[in-house]
């Protein structure tokens, strides 16, 4: 059952643009929102992460929007650049008490930057 | 420190056979969690272990299974591999149970032909 859902599943932008990934979800019993980065033959890296009781996060170029009301959270990367392109996955958590350190993952969304 | 290593990296079996694959956390992280990644399901939770003990599963069948040590080290095991197993597993590791930020290994590459 498919708990998280991303879009788009590519995305292609110009260097300097900005690239924006949306997720949304059912379970409002998640609690923690984190976006992860995978480049090819590496396992996935933490990027940021959010929390429901905030609206937007900001680490550097990554910049998290959450809005709580319509279960959607979307990852904005400013100032795109060619060594952006990797696959990124949005995630969410379910409890720390029921599901521990459990993620459910989005389907991923392939990103590349033109230079 | 050093990261999360898997090994091996890459193995290829034939239907029917069983593998273990290793995973050590960072030093000091003591919660371990393994996600199968396919290019049709994604990245899907398999089980987390945390102080020897299984605190979490995944919806997969009975083949597959793990365990962890007293040095947090964890293996997985999947016996009577099927075609669909092909996949990247992936191991994560966090400083403790809950704890938000997951560190995820290079992950073992099984084929199974």
């Known amino acids: 059952q498919q708990q998280v859902k991303q879009s788009p599943q590519s995305l292609i932008v110009q260097k300097g643009g900005i690239s924006i990934i949306n997720c949304a979800y059912e379970n409002t019993a998640f609690d923690y929102f984190p976006w992860y980065q995978q480049f090819p033959g590496k396992g996935p890296a933490l990027l940021i992460a959010i929390r429901p009781d905030v609206s937007e996060k900001k680490e550097g170029r990554f910049t998290i929007s959450f809005n709580k009301s319509a279960k959607q959270f979307s990852l904005h990367i400013m100032d795109s650049q060619p060594g952006d392109s990797a696959t990124y996955f949005c995630a969410a958590r379910g409890g720390r008490e029921t599901s521990g350190s459990r993620l459910t993952f989005g389907e991923g969304t392939q990103l590349t930057v033109n230079p | 420190k050093a990261g999360v290593t898997q090994t091996p990296r890459y193995l290829i079996k034939t239907r029917g056979q069983q593998v273990t694959l290793s995973c050590s956390p960072i030093?000091?992280?003591?919660?371990v969690s393994w996600y199968q990644q396919t290019p049709g399901q994604g990245l899907q939770f398999l089980f987390e272990y945390f102080s020897e003990t299984q605190r979490n599963k995944g919806n997969f069948p009975g083949r597959f299974s793990g365990r962890q040590f007293s040095n947090s080290r964890s293996e997985m095991n999947v016996s009577t591999l099927e075609l669909g197993d092909s996949a990247l597993y992936l191991c994560?590791?966090?400083?403790?149970?809950?704890?938000?930020?997951?560190?995820f290994g290079p992950g073992t590459r099984l084929l199974v032909l």
């Open positions: 994560a590791s966090s400083l403790h149970r809950g704890i938000e930020t997951q560190y």
């Open positions: 030093s000091g992280h003591r919660s």
